[in-house]
């Protein structure tokens, strides 16, 4: 599975952290880093692409 999120922002690499109890923000790439196979983000002219790749297990 390769689900890719459109994000806004500066050309900076996003990179993940661990947020505390508190905040409301700041768990999605953390997230992603404990599931994703690979994950990697791609740059354009219109802000930048966050992707993620999940191994799925067949049953059996």
Do not use: V, Y
């Not at 599975?1 to 994000?7: D, S, V």
């Not at 409301?24 to 993620?52: D, M, V, Y």
């Amino acid at each position: 599975m390769n689900p890719a999120a459109p994000q806004c922002g500066g050309s900076t690499q996003p990179r993940p952290r661990r947020a505390r109890t508190p905040d409301e923000k700041g768990r999605g790439l953390f997230l992603i880093a404990q599931r994703a196979a690979r994950r990697g983000c791609r740059h354009s002219q219109n802000g930048k692409t966050l992707w993620c790749e999940q191994l799925i297990e067949h049953p059996g």
